[in-house]
């Protein structure tokens, strides 16, 4: 019994921190699930100019349900972590909400 809480205390210690990323919501459409686009800014190798970089993550987000009381709209900046696949393309999860967008 000790020996397998050890086991796994310490394959959870190799795993390391999972990523984590804040992002924008541009899609809210999806029961349980958001759509985040995450920019970064890198400099381009050969030459030197920075460069905008978009990359869009489906999150889970376990308390959003779209038609009848959605949590998260357009524009939220959400931080996602890092997660076992949920589903065929969710590999994040939404753990707080940063900013909430301006709702007319």
């Given at each position: ?37 995450v920019q970064r ?26 038609p009848k009381k ?35």
């Amino acid at each position: 019994m000790a020996d397998e809480v050890k086991a796994q205390s310490e394959s959870k210690a190799e795993r390391g921190r999972p990523k984590m990323r804040v992002g924008v919501v541009t899609s809210n459409k999806m029961t349980k699930t958001v759509v985040v686009k995450v920019q970064r800014r890198v400099r381009h190798a050969r030459y030197g100019k920075y460069v905008t970089k978009n990359v869009r993550y489906k999150a889970h987000a376990e308390d959003h349900d779209y038609p009848k009381k959605p949590t998260l709209f357009e524009g939220d900046v959400v931080r996602i972590v890092e997660t076992r696949p949920a589903s065929k393309d969710k590999r994040w999860r939404v753990v707080e909400t940063v900013r909430k967008a301006a709702q007319i």
